[in-house]
Nanobody
Framework: QVQLVESGGGLVEAGGSLRLSCVVS????????MGWFRQAPGKDREFVAA???????AYADSVKGRFTISRANAKNTVYLQMNNLKPEDTAVYYC?????????????????RGQGTQVTVSS
């Protein structure tokens, strides 16, 4: 059984940074494309970033230039470095794993998902 556990969320002031981590257990992460999603209160879950098996990446327009997704296959961990955070980045952030080869932006296209970590950005 594949499990994903996110960490690194918290409270930060606008303009600050956080790095989220997602540890994958149960299977080697190197075979999965990985993605980050977020859901703010009262809003739909939205795509944030994804990284393919070979390291290609994709980002939502709202986070381009501020967020960076990376992966450390030896540690079975995917990261989301978030810089210049804004109050509108406040949300629960989820990681997800996808066995297919492409980069997907749809939540339902991923095979496994974590429980989320809260990020709160104060103004």
């Amino acid at each position: 059984q594949v499990q994903l556990v996110e960490s690194g969320g918290g409270l930060v002031e606008a303009g600050g940074s956080l790095r989220l981590s997602c540890v994958v257990s149960g299977r080697t992460m190197s075979r999965y494309a990985m993605g980050w999603f977020r859901q703010a209160p009262g809003k739909d879950r939205e795509f944030v970033a994804a990284i393919s098996v070979i390291g290609g990446s994709a980002y939502a327009d709202s986070v381009k230039g501020r967020f960076t997704i990376s992966r450390a296959n030896a540690k079975n961990t995917v990261y989301l470095q978030m810089n210049n955070l804004k109050p509108e980045d406040t949300a629960v952030y989820y990681c997800a794993a996808d066995l297919s080869l492409g980069l997907h932006e749809g939540w339902d296209e991923y095979d496994f998902r974590g429980q989320g970590t809260q990020v709160t950005v104060s103004s």
